[in-house]
Structure formats: structure tokens, C-alpha cells
């Protein structure tokens, strides 16, 4: 529904007007009306007003003033003057003010009606150019992020193809010297949500262009990072100085400086390398690839401490688990090192602790499985602190897990209760499942358990079980073999056949028979 203002200091003009393209136009357009040139301008500061039907003579500040007033605006309404003076001095200040109609007063309502119709049919038609002329922009402006996107990425790409496809988007501007820098969300992304983060950063670029004295353009990567090319050599710093990075939580990395077009796949990794020394940062802020690009490479990482921590979950010995893990993960050497042996570290204490301990002992609980998930990667943390007070409380949520598994092996009573459950209940359809929850055990704790008890793997001492109560049938009932089967538990006799003689030898009736003859011999003797 559009927006219309009717301004006029006469109440009754106000209000016929209104009722006339109420009546004439029901609900298609929302009608507010203005008794002066101020609340008019307020009106259509605060509303998207798109039809101004305006008096001439009002006090404080006339229509031809208001109408001055509107020219710079980026959406200035369409314009209709309504007067009681047929003066030529008006008619040629409204036409050089753009206005669409001049109507004198008394206001006929046919010619009301016909002047809203054609503004009508104007607005239609410019929409209608604007939604094509916008479309086009937008496949130009989305190719362009697509080619820069490309080309950011792909070191391995011929220096002359980078520089004739970025110049070709009009990108010529880097070979006078630039910039690349990164910026991003130092939260959960997928809290605010990518399109939240991407119109944020666009609406502060939208408000600094103003104030640049040099070009900028923008792309967003895989990642969901802001990717912003500057130029020149520090203008960097001027448009940084303008982006509140404590405000909203970003963080901030800068490539070196480059003057050739061609470079700019390699600027781009400077800046992405230099972003994730941020990760060692404490509070949002900037770093600088000069800054990081001479960190020492010159490491060992701890792997026989990490096996340490493994070995030791579970044994009672807290304080020395997390004196093992300060000493591995210390941030005063983090610090002086490259990020790649905190990113090793990591890789190991996921390896050698987390995956190991899950794979001996299973993943006990959802809250275990989500801390786990999340220190799978250390960059799923903005800084460093938060990652180690993360690795830090699972290796205490597991070592605790560990000791009450170690405590519930020792007389092993959950699994002579899950057997005797087994025993007494093997021809229904029972599982493992089933019984881990009987008996309150992690599903592959339980299975691993189960297997050092009994000295077989779950599922096959339920079969063996079962071939062993069939074969008593076997001996001692006249039972069809089909109603045998569905007594210890087996669902169809073919399935039963099998079982049976994979783990016996021989068939059900084989079985029966040899046992029959058997009998009839010791009777005979």
C-alpha cells in the first residue's frame, strides 16, 4: 500500500480530500494528512512518502518552501500542487521544481481521481525500470564477488590470468599499491547469523565511504569473513580507525602491502594467516602480517606429555593432569612461536586423548559430546583462553567419566545383572541398547565390558545362548523346528537354520537326528 500526505493549513481541504480518494481509491493507498510545512517535512522524514498533494499558502513555511526542501532528498515523493491562485509565477516554479500537477481549487474529484491515476501509472513504470536497472546492478556486483572470491584462493593460477580477469572487473586500481584485509565475527557466527554480520559490516562501509579519499571494494569468503581491498599503502589504518571493532566484537587482520594486481591471491593468504593470530589475542583488535610473518617455526611438539594426559585420565591424579596440560598448552610459549604449533597441539590432544579415550571407552553423555565437537577445532573459539578453559574442563568431564567407569568394572555386578536378564529373558527381542539402559552403562563402555566379562562380543552371546536352549529342545521335545526357532527368539526359521549351523556344524534336523540315533544305540546297549 503506498504512502500519501495531504498538506493543507485548511482542516476541511484536508479531510475533503481524503474522503475523495478514500472513496475513489479504497485501500490502496495510507492517507496522512499535515497542517503545515514543518509537520509535513517530519511526516515525510519519518514515513516513505510517495505522493505529496500540497497547498501553496501556509503559515510558518509554504508549500513551495517545503518543496525546496525535498529536492536533495535520495526519495523525494511525487509532487502535486493544490492552490486557489491561478498565477503563472506558480505554475513555473512548480514546473521547475519537478511537480507532476497543478490543481486549483475548489478540487474537482473527477480530475483528482484522473492526476492520481496517471501518478499511478508513472510510479508503475518507474518501478518497473528500477527493479531492471537494479537486477542488472546486482548481477554485475554479485560477478564481480564471484570473480574476486575465485581468485583470492587460487595460488596456483597464472599471474596473467589473475591480472586480466580482475581488471577486467575493474580492480586496475590495485597495480597503484594495496591492501587486503579480513575481517571477522569474534562470536558465534550462528548466533547473529551470516546476513546479520554481512549487512552490519556493509552498513558501516556505506557510512565511512563518504570520508575516504581512496578506493575500497568488498567480497565476503567461504568462511563468511568480510574481505576488503584498500588502496594505497597505510589507508588501511584510516578506514580501521572508523570500524568500532571492540562495539562489535571483530577482529581484524592485514595482509602486507602489494603494488601489482597479481599479487592479490597472495595477499589475501598474508591476511588469513595473520587472522588466526588473533585466536592468541585476549580482546577484538588488529594484526598485522608483518608482525607474525617471522614467528618461529622451530618447534617440537609435546607428544609424549599429551600420551602423559591420556595415561593418566581417570587415576586420581588431578592436579598433576592439569599442571601436564598447562606445561602443554603454555601460553608464554604460544606466544613466541608460530600458530601452527599451537594448531599441531591441538590436532594431538584431539588424536592422542580425546579420540583414543572414546574409542576404549565410548562417548558416555550429549554434554561430553558437544565439549568434544567444539574443541575438535581450536578456531571454533575466538581466543585462546576460552579454547584452553574448554580442553581443560572435558579433560576433568572425562577423567571423572573414566574413574566412575574403572569404580563400575571392578565387581562388574551391572554385567552379571545384564546376563541373568539375558538368561532368563533371551526369546524376546532384547538388544544391546535395551540392556546398556537396564543396567545404567555407556552404550560402548557397556559392549567393551560385556566382551572382557563373557569373552565375546554381545551379539554373538546372544546367539550361542540361544543355540544352546534350541539344541535342548532339539534333544528333548517333539517341537517343529519352525516353533523351536520361535522359542529361543528367532524371528523366521530361515534366519535360525543358519545360526544354527554356522555355530554347530550342522543343520537343526541334522542335529536332531544324529541325537535320535545316538539315544536309540545307548538304549540298545
Same mark, same amino acid.
Given at each position: 500500500?503506498?504512502?500519501?500526505?495531504?498538506?493543507?493549513?485548511?482542516?476541511?481541504?484536508?479531510?475533503?480530500?481524503?474522503?475523495?480518494?478514500?472513496?475513489?481509491?479504497?485501500?490502496?493507498?495510507?492517507?496522512?494528512?499535515?497542517?503545515?510545512?514543518?509537520?509535513?517535512?517530519?511526516?515525510?522524514? *519519518?514515513?516513505?512518502?510517495?505522493?505529496?498533494?500540497?497547498?501553496?499558502?501556509?503559515?510558518?513555511?509554504?508549500?513551495?518552501?517545503?518543496?525546496?526542501?525535498?529536492?536533495?532528498?535520495?526519495?523525494?515523493?511525487?509532487?502535486?500542487?493544490?492552490?486557489?491562485?491561478?498565477?503563472?509565477?506558480?505554475?513555473?516554479?512548480?514546473?521547475?521544481?519537478?511537480?507532476?500537477?497543478?490543481?486549483?481549487?475548489?478540487?474537482?474529484?473527477?480530475?483528482?481521481?484522473?492526476?492520481?491515476?496517471?501518478?499511478?501509472?508513472?510510479?508503475?513504470?518507474?518501478?518497473?525500470?528500477?527493479?531492471?536497472?537494479?537486477?542488472?546492478?546486482?548481477? @554485475?556486483?554479485?560477478?564481480?564477488?564471484?570473480?574476486?572470491?575465485?581468485?583470492?584462493?587460487?595460488?596456483?593460477?597464472?599471474?596473467?590470468?589473475?591480472?586480466?580477469?580482475?581488471?577486467?572487473?575493474? !580492480?586496475?586500481?590495485?597495480?597503484?599499491?594495496?591492501?587486503?584485509?579480513?575481517?571477522?565475527?569474534?562470536?558465534?557466527?550462528?548466533?547473529?547469523?551470516?546476513?546479520?554480520?554481512?549487512?552490519?559490516?556493509?552498513?558501516?562501509?556505506?557510512?565511512?565511504?563518504?570520508?575516504?579519499?581512496?578506493?575500497?571494494?568488498?567480497?565476503?569468503?567461504?568462511?563468511?569473513?568480510?574481505?576488503?581491498?584498500?588502496?594505497?599503502?597505510?589507508?588501511?589504518?584510516?578506514?580501521?580507525?572508523?570500524?568500532?571493532?571492540?562495539?562489535?566484537?571483530?577482529?581484524?587482520?592485514?595482509?602486507?602491502?602489494?603494488?601489482?594486481?597479481?599479487?592479490?591471491?597472495?595477499?589475501?593468504?598474508?591476511?588469513?594467516?595473520?587472522?588466526?593470530?588473533?585466536?592468541?589475542?585476549?580482546?577484538?583488535?588488529?594484526?598485522?602480517?608483518?608482525?607474525?610473518?617471522?614467528?618461529?617455526?622451530?618447534?617440537?611438539?609435546?607428544?609424549?606429555?599429551?600420551?602423559?594426559?591420556?595415561?593418566?585420565?581417570?587415576?586420581?591424579?588431578?592436579?598433576? !593432569?592439569?599442571?601436564?596440560?598447562?606445561?602443554?598448552?603454555?601460553?608464554?610459549?604460544?606466544?613466541?612461536?608460530?600458530?601452527?604449533?599451537?594448531?599441531?597441539?591441538?590436532?594431538? @590432544?584431539?588424536?592422542?586423548?580425546?579420540?583414543?579415550?572414546?574409542?576404549?571407552?565410548?562417548?558416555?553423555?550429549?554434554?561430553?559430546?558437544?565439549?568434544?565437537?567444539?574443541?575438535?577445532?581450536?578456531?571454533?573459539?575466538?581466543?585462546?583462553?576460552?579454547?584452553?578453559?574448554?580442553?581443560?574442563?572435558?579433560?576433568?568431564?572425562?577423567?571423572?567419566?573414566?574413574?566412575?567407569?574403572?569404580?563400575?568394572?571392578?565387581?562388574?555386578?551391572?554385567?552379571?545383572?545384564?546376563?541373568?536378564?539375558?538368561?532368563?529373558?533371551?526369546?524376546?527381542?532384547?538388544?544391546? *541398547?535395551?540392556?546398556?539402559?537396564?543396567?545404567?552403562?555407556?552404550?560402548?563402555?557397556?559392549?567393551?565390558?560385556?566382551?572382557?566379562?563373557?569373552?565375546?562380543?554381545?551379539?554373538?552371546?546372544?546367539?550361542?545362548?540361544?543355540?544352546?536352549?534350541?539344541?535342548?529342545?532339539?534333544?528333548? *521335545?517333539?517341537?517343529?523346528?519352525?516353533?523351536?526357532?520361535?522359542?529361543?527368539?528367532?524371528?523366521?526359521?530361515?534366519?535360525?537354520?543358519?545360526?544354527?549351523?554356522?555355530?554347530?556344524?550342522?543343520?537343526?534336523?541334522?542335529?536332531?537326528?544324529?541325537?535320535?540315533?545316538?539315544?536309540?544305540?545307548?538304549?540298545?546297549?
Amino acid at each position: 500500500m503506498r504512502k500519501l500526505l495531504i498538506v493543507d493549513d485548511e482542516k476541511n481541504i484536508r479531510l475533503g480530500l481524503k474522503a475523495m480518494i478514500e472513496r475513489e481509491f479504497k485501500n490502496e493507498y495510507e492517507i496522512y494528512v499535515a497542517s503545515n510545512g514543518p509537520e509535513a517535512l517530519h511526516i515525510i522524514e *519519518t514515513m516513505n512518502i510517495e505522493i505529496l498533494i500540497t497547498d501553496i499558502f501556509m503559515p510558518e513555511m509554504d508549500g513551495l518552501q517545503l518543496i525546496t526542501l525535498l529536492q536533495d532528498k535520495p526519495n523525494k515523493p511525487v509532487i502535486v500542487i493544490v492552490s486557489g491562485y491561478d498565477d503563472f509565477s506558480y505554475a513555473k516554479a512548480a514546473i521547475h521544481y519537478d511537480v507532476k500537477e497543478y490543481l486549483l481549487k475548489p478540487v474537482v474529484r473527477e480530475e483528482l481521481s484522473l492526476t492520481i491515476k496517471r501518478i499511478e501509472e508513472d510510479l508503475v513504470r518507474r518501478e518497473k525500470v528500477s527493479e531492471v536497472l537494479s537486477a542488472s546492478a546486482q548481477q @554485475l556486483e554479485a560477478h564481480k564477488e564471484s570473480q574476486m572470491y575465485f581468485y583470492s584462493t587460487n595460488l596456483l593460477l597464472e599471474a596473467e590470468e589473475v591480472r586480466n580477469k580482475l581488471s577486467a572487473i575493474g !580492480l586496475h586500481w590495485l597495480d597503484s599499491g594495496f591492501r587486503v584485509l579480513i575481517i571477522k565475527y569474534a562470536g558465534d557466527l550462528q548466533k547473529i547469523g551470516a546476513g546479520v554480520f554481512k549487512a552490519q559490516v556493509d552498513g558501516l562501509l556505506e557510512k565511512v565511504k563518504p570520508a575516504l579519499t581512496f578506493q575500497i571494494t568488498r567480497f565476503f569468503d567461504r568462511s563468511g569473513r568480510a574481505v576488503i581491498l584498500t588502496e594505497g599503502d597505510l589507508s588501511f589504518k584510516d578506514l580501521a580507525a572508523q570500524i568500532p571493532l571492540s562495539e562489535y566484537d571483530y577482529m581484524l587482520a592485514v595482509s602486507g602491502f602489494h603494488i601489482r594486481i597479481e599479487s592479490f591471491p597472495i595477499a589475501y593468504e598474508e591476511a588469513a594467516q595473520a587472522l588466526k593470530y588473533t585466536f592468541l589475542r585476549s580482546t577484538p583488535g588488529i594484526e598485522w602480517y608483518e608482525n607474525i610473518k617471522e614467528r618461529s617455526c622451530d618447534f617440537d611438539v609435546p607428544v609424549d606429555q599429551i600420551k602423559m594426559i591420556a595415561n593418566m585420565l581417570g587415576a586420581g591424579r588431578e592436579k598433576e !593432569l592439569i599442571k601436564l596440560l598447562q606445561e602443554v598448552l603454555d601460553i608464554n610459549k604460544v606466544l613466541t612461536l608460530d600458530i601452527q604449533f599451537t594448531e599441531e597441539i591441538s590436532k594431538n @590432544l584431539n588424536e592422542l586423548v580425546f579420540d583414543y579415550v572414546f574409542h576404549l571407552y565410548g562417548k558416555e553423555s550429549v554434554d561430553i559430546l558437544k565439549r568434544y565437537k567444539a574443541v575438535g577445532d581450536m578456531y571454533n573459539f575466538a581466543y585462546f583462553q576460552d579454547y584452553y578453559r574448554e580442553v581443560e574442563g572435558l579433560i576433568m568431564l572425562v577423567n571423572e567419566y573414566i574413574k566412575t567407569l574403572k569404580s563400575a568394572k571392578i565387581d562388574n555386578k551391572e554385567i552379571k545383572d545384564a546376563l541373568q536378564y539375558i538368561h532368563e529373558n533371551y526369546n524376546k527381542n532384547i538388544n544391546m *541398547t535395551i540392556i546398556s539402559n537396564m543396567v545404567s552403562f555407556n552404550y560402548y563402555y557397556f559392549s567393551q565390558a560385556f566382551r572382557d566379562f563373557t569373552g565375546e562380543n554381545f551379539v554373538n552371546y546372544i546367539k550361542k545362548y540361544r543355540i544352546g536352549k534350541a539344541k535342548q529342545l532339539l534333544e528333548t *521335545t517333539n517341537d517343529k523346528i519352525y516353533e523351536i526357532a520361535a522359542n529361543v527368539g528367532f524371528e523366521n526359521t530361515k534366519n535360525f537354520n543358519r545360526v544354527f549351523k554356522d555355530i554347530v556344524g550342522v543343520s537343526p534336523m541334522e542335529y536332531r537326528n544324529q541325537k535320535e540315533i545316538l539315544m536309540g544305540d545307548v538304549k540298545k546297549t
